[in-house]
């Protein structure tokens, strides 16, 4: 199975910030690389898929880019509602994997 | 607007069976493949197990193969997983999620729970 692992594991950041999450897969996956926003009690939000492309409705702070092994997630400037956890998944091999997340959360 | 809500969900026996569904709508089902995902408590999401538009692929996590069987009803627009055999590791909230590879669309997702 590829690994996917992210970094940091945790985040405190401030209203305003550039926050950079980034993610490392086991193997090449290409750009078959997606992100996700994830807040307590609730099912994951696509913000990010192949690699870096904005979908629809997702606020342009977010974005990702990358490809390979090595990706990041970025958030331009952060917003109160952005306080989440973020996970990137690929999609080149099956089974399907996620990173362990990165809980985002104010300083 | 794109519905996905599952059903089936709730406390079992370790070595008993659940069955899931997935209500889809707002969308024609019968040209999107489906996923299931879980999340343990406090752990990574996991993808286990998809099944194409016309039931013709079929994919599982080997965390749940041979235990867990996919299917869809085009008929009711209605997505299933029959969970067998169930372990206390497959404690968790299970999502029905539409289509392959990224997962745009999802339910409010169920919660399993395996326990004596």
């Known amino acids: 199975d590829i690994q996917m692992t992210q970094s940091p594991s945790s985040l405190s950041a401030s209203v305003g910030d550039r926050v950079t999450i980034t993610c490392q897969a086991s193997?090449?996956?290409?750009?078959?690389l997606n992100w996700y926003q994830q807040k307590p009690g609730k099912a994951p939000k696509l913000l990010i898929y192949?690699?870096?492309n904005l979908e629809t409705g997702v606020p342009s702070r977010f974005s990702g880019s990358g490809s390979g092994t090595d990706f990041t997630f970025t958030i331009s400037s952060l917003q109160p509602e952005d306080i989440a956890t973020y996970y990137c998944q690929q999609y080149d091999n099956l089974p399907y994997t996620f990173g362990q997340g990165t809980k985002l959360d104010f300083k | 607007e794109v519905q996905l809500v599952e059903s089936g969900g709730g406390l079992v026996q370790p070595g008993g069976s659940l069955r899931l569904s997935c209500a889809a709508s707002?969308?024609?089902?019968?040209?999107?493949?489906m996923t299931w995902v879980r999340q343990a408590p406090g752990k990574r999401l996991e993808w286990i197990s998809y099944?194409?538009?016309?039931?013709?692929?079929?994919y599982y996590a080997d965390s749940v193969k041979g235990r867990f069987t996919i299917s869809r009803d085009s008929a009711k627009n209605s997505l299933y997983l029959q969970m067998n055999s169930l372990r206390a590791e497959d404690t968790a909230v299970y999502y029905c999620a539409r289509d392959q590879h990224y997962y745009a669309h999802w339910g409010q997702g169920a919660l399993v729970t395996v326990s004596s």
């Open positions: 192949d690699a870096s």
């Open positions: 099944i194409s538009a016309s039931s013709s692929t079929i």
């Open positions: 707002g969308f024609t089902f019968n040209s999107h493949g």
């Open positions: 193997q090449d996956i290409s750009n078959y």
